[in-house]
């Protein structure tokens, strides 16, 4: 992860729910599709709210988006989503989040949550296929959660909602393992594989 998106994590945020301390922000970031989930997300946070005050915020845009909107309804949570729409810098809103979500049924390498982890911010994923568990070891530097367990989901975000100290331990150590993925590291590791077959 470049240097860039530090700086893009830095800029402000205009958002009102941005300044209140007090009520955490759930962060998801990705298109609105089947594939992403949200229905079973939605659902969770269902339960987090009967638990405690917060707030979800949702990056993105795509055909679910009406669904999901009729299932806040049915949910009785307008007052507690918003859909910010597709966001040329989602970094700046990842990093003033409390935590990351990422619910797919399925994924190709996830990216979002290696840049999660650069702007700092704890990461909780489905363990589907593929990639979520190339980068998360449970428990160390995030939480892998089952696919299509809205129960488990929601225990998850209140673990980490409730525990700074643990929020602070996935902060650093998603920061450390997002060091695996910049451009310099996988460049020496091409070189160190070049150096190898070449022998």
């Known amino acids: 992860m470049s240097d860039e998106l530090y700086n893009l994590a830095k800029e402000p945020v205009e958002h009102p729910w941005f ?12 298109r609105l599709t089947k594939a992403k989930d949200y229905p079973t997300f939605l659902r969770a946070f269902s339960l987090i709210c009967k638990k405690r005050k917060a707030h979800l915020v949702i990056l993105g845009e795509g055909e679910e988006r009406k669904n999901l909107e009729n299932l806040i309804h049915k949910l009785n949570l307008p007052e507690n989503v918003a859909f910010l729409g597709f966001q040329k810098n989602p970094y700046k809103y990842m990093q003033k ?23 700092g911010v704890p990461v909780i ?8 568990n190339e980068i998360i070891k ?14 488990a989901l929601a225990e998850a975000i209140l673990k980490v909602l409730n525990n700074h100290s643990l929020r602070q331990k996935f902060s650093e150590q998603g ?23 070449l022998k």
Request: proline share 5%.
């Open 138 to 151: 449970n428990g160390e530097n995030g939480i892998l959660v089952p696919v299509g367990d809205e129960k």
């Open 125 to 132: 994923s489905t363990n589907c296929q593929s990639g979520p």
């Open 97 to 119: 989040a409390s935590v990351f979500v990422l619910s797919s049924k399925r994924e190709g390498f996830p990216n979002v949550i290696v840049e999660a982890m650069t702007c």
């Open 19 to 30: 300044n209140n301390k007090e009520i955490p922000i759930i962060i998801a970031v990705g």
């Open 175 to 197: 920061r450390k393992k997002a060091q695996d993925f910049t451009a310099e590291k996988s460049i020496k590791e091409y070189e160190k594989l070049f150096q190898e077959v």
